[in-house]
């Protein structure tokens, strides 16, 4: 048996635009909100979580009206057509809103401009510099108007190397987020604009995520679902790079581009988007292949009898299977809850208590998982999905554990190790779970089944961070690394109570001759 590669990077377009539009939202949007808009990183934080938020209710929403849908272009197809064109046209139109909000602090917008610190400095002589948090901005007390205005983003270090400036850290950009905020408030209209635009976006998105990843177990026979989602998640990782390596072309991240205009960026992120869909809809024939994976299943003994859409049947699930969904979804609640409380905090954690740079550590992460996804399902293929996610999440918990005991005076290469060991175990993971979960579903319940998925994953990703920051607050930042040790622990037990979801085999002779090359 042979996976079609080239049909199923075909397919994984569309999860190449979601993952594109995806880091393009999430590395930009945090910083429009704060740096254009003035709110406070509490506010940015709940925006932000909305459509995690909406995901929850959403995904098995769509997942489910798309497997009811039944047209002559497909099940799949219609949903991501409407929705792309829609977030991407939705999502350039948010970049005017923006370029209007810049237009409205255009005072203050010039980075290391004399002018707009003295501009700055007049607002807070006036009281009229207020923070989100309500509270008066008081600069005079430090510097006079003429010290304030010299005050530029870089400076250089002892060994002449350029370095962020701390009284700009510490006073320009705080004076001018209040300076935003202010403005924000006595023109609320723009900001409405903004959020009504930005549920638009996320609107969008959220009707075809669903569809779009059960596309693939549509296209795809049972046994060879682990390797067709490898190959979706590398599709998914390539586009979040393209978006890292365009933010370097835009210069999305430096200190002098922090109130850019994101209208150009956008536009190429949307045009990307576009041209993906072009090129789904020009070369996935959604029906056919959809139609050959269930002749080619009943053929070679994968499925007993070919599944009918039209005449509605369907197969339910036996108590026992329903045991095991309950349990591997569970199970993807609780990785997902050590996993993502890791992410979100380590580069504060970094800072605190290793003191060390973040950002290295969290590329070996993603480089090991990168490099895991084609041997994860190869091995589910011979060892079987369940036995690999164990390993996976053994390896993810033990290294959790042993980060516990990293401090500032520990080696970095040892840090670097156990997240390499932590991204190898979260692509075993990865590709192997979300297969099990369709595994136990007909073919006319796949996008209902791919809503639970998201749903399970989602739900943690929203309750972790707040969860893991509460105790932190609390205990300690130590006690990140034990928390998120536990939790893949407890996915360990509830994975182990799985019982179904591996992908089955009835005629082996017959399926090992079976070749899906075009």
Known sequence: MKLNYKRTILVGFAFFLISLFWQAYDSTIPLLLTNKFGMSQAWSGVIMAVDNILAVFLLPLFGTLSDKCNTRFGKRTPFITIGTVAAAIAFVALSFVDAAQLNNISKVSAIDDPAALEVLYEAQEDS???????????LSDVFTKEEFSQITSKIEDESGKSVTNPDYTNYVAPARQAYAWQTTMNNPSTLIWFVLLLFLVLLSMATFRSPAVALMPDVTMKPLRSKGNAIINLMGTAGGI?????????STSSVKNSLMRYTPFYCVIAGIMLLCLVIFLLTVKEVKWSKQMREDSVKYGVEEKEEKKESGEKRGLTKEERRSLIFILLSIVLWFFGYNAVTSKYAVYAANVLQKDYNTTMLVAQGAAIISYLPAGNIASKFGRKRTILGGVIL?????????????????MVMNVLFAMAGIGWATINVNSFPMVVEMCSGADIGKYTGFYYTASMAAQIATPMVSGFLMDHMGMTILFPYAAIFAALAFVTMSMVKHGDAKVEKKSGLEAFDTDD
Do not use: H, K, Q, W
Request: a neutral charge; charged letters at 10%.
């Open 242 to 250: 393209l978006v890292l390596l365009l933010g370097m072309v835009f």
């Open 396 to 412: 993810l918990s033990a290294s959790f554990a042993l980060a516990s005991f990293m401090r500032s005076g520990s080696p970095t």
């Open 128 to 138: 009229r510099l207020i923070t989100p948090e309500g509270e008066s901005f008081v």
